[in-house]
């Protein structure tokens, strides 16, 4: 009945009565007003005048399975997607659902998160508004080569969000994608595996989306979509545009990437020719960034000119919060 209601309201675009909807349904007026207050209830901004009746004024920005998967043909990632309204974190759910012989290229995305969780132990606040997912893998590939899946995974949120909204979006190596110095994605990619082979990856990414203000201690570090371009953006075609792109960048970082990937790679990353420090095996390298290899790791050269490369660690940039 309510998706009727709907249908109805937004066939008409204007006011329509209650009377004449319970003629076209089919339904008395108590229950089309109960199902206007559940509409209300879940998001739906209706407006109701006397004598003129109702108007659908705006709808709720909710995740929507349907909405998502429209046209999109893709094929490692996204086999299953799942919404949760709510959820401890969804990187938590994934390796649960991993553990119990989940397939590759499930996607679990969530409303809100109760224990959004951060690198280094962080915590990601996960509020409404936000895009929260983790995408479940099984490559058959090395350990070694998490470091490059998680950086793909940068690469294809850059490129989409650089697609969907028009911002220039760059990203800060290993896994942020920041709007020129504050981060807007955060990237947290946990593996089980043999000493050989990985068994599973699970990459979660938290965008800002429409989140309209930070706390004092974030705002010149974070912001979000919405802040950027002055207006709300539909986390449904965002994230069927981000899945779409996730599914590009890895199956072609599956096969190893290009020549012509890593000089796009390298012009999106804020990085490249930046001062840096970062720590390696207990001693604090400084200096200049100045290349990324096909392995995704970060090559820096000192002031003495010799060259470094490191494949993690919290790499602070000269410039970036
Ligand atoms: C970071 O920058 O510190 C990484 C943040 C990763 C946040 C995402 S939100 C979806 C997924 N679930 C989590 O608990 N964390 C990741």
Do not use: H
């Amino acid at each position: 009945m309510k998706e009727k209601i709907l249908a109805a309201l937004e066939n008409e675009g204007e006011y329509v009565s209650g009377e004449e909807l319970s003629k076209i349904l089919g339904v008395s007026r108590t229950a089309i007003w109960k199902n206007i207050k559940n509409l209300r209830n879940e998001g739906y901004v209706i407006s109701s005048v006397t004598n003129r009746g109702y108007k659908l004024e705006q709808k709720p920005d909710v995740l929507d399975k349907n909405k998502i998967c429209e046209g999109l043909e893709t094929e490692l990632v996204g086999t299953e997607l799942i919404i949760l309204k709510t959820i401890d974190s969804t990187n938590e759910e994934v390796k649960r659902r991993a553990s119990n012989g989940s397939v590759s290229g499930l996607i679990i995305a969530a409303e809100q998160q109760t224990g959004g969780k951060g690198r280094l132990g962080r915590v990601w606040s996960s509020g409404s508004g936000g895009l929260y997912f983790t995408l479940l893998l099984r490559p058959e590939l090395p350990p070694a080569d998490i470091a490059s899946i998680t950086l793909s995974a940068g690469f294809a949120v850059c490129q989409a969000i650089r697609e969907y909204t028009g911002l220039d979006a760059m990203i800060k190596w290993p896994n942020d994608v920041i709007i020129g110095n504050r981060k807007v994605c955060g990237i947290l990619t946990e593996m089980a595996a043999q000493s050989d082979r990985i068994d599973y990856v699970a990459i979660g990414i938290g965008i800002n989306v429409n989140i309209f203000d930070f706390p004092p201690e974030l705002q010149k570090k974070a912001t979000s979509l919405f802040i950027e371009t002055g207006k709300e953006i539909s986390r449904n075609d965002l994230f069927r545009c981000v899945i779409k792109k996730l599914d590009e960048v890895l199956s072609s970082f599956m096969f190893s990437f290009s020549a012509d990937d890593m000089d796009i790679f390298k012009s999106l990353c804020a990085t490249m020719g930046k001062r840096v420090t970062v720590e390696r095996g207990g001693n604090i390298i400084s200096g200049e960034a100045v290349d990324i290899t096909p392995a995704g790791e970060l090559v820096i050269r000192d002031d003495s000119k010799r060259e470094f490369t490191v494949n993690s660690g919290e790499v602070s940039v000269q410039g970036i919060y």
